[in-house]
């Protein structure tokens, strides 16, 4: 599997699992906080 930047991975998971980003709100806490890391403008940590 070739190297992704996290947001590159996370998009692509969502389009394999058919999600939409509004599907991520729950987890990550708001349309904002989705588009940003969806978009790579946010980063991905464990937390």
């Known amino acids: ?3 992704q930047l996290p947001y590159e991975m996370v998009k ?3 389009e394999q699992r058919g ?3 509004a599907d991520l709100v729950p ?3 708001s349309r904002a906080q989705v588009s940003d890391l ?3 403008k ?3 940590s464990k937390a």
């Open 1 to 3: 599997m070739p190297e």
């Open 12 to 14: 692509h998971l969502m």
């Open 19 to 21: 999600l939409k980003q």
């Open 27 to 29: 987890v990550l806490g």
């Open 38 to 40: 969806v978009n790579g």
């Open 42 to 44: 946010r980063g991905i």
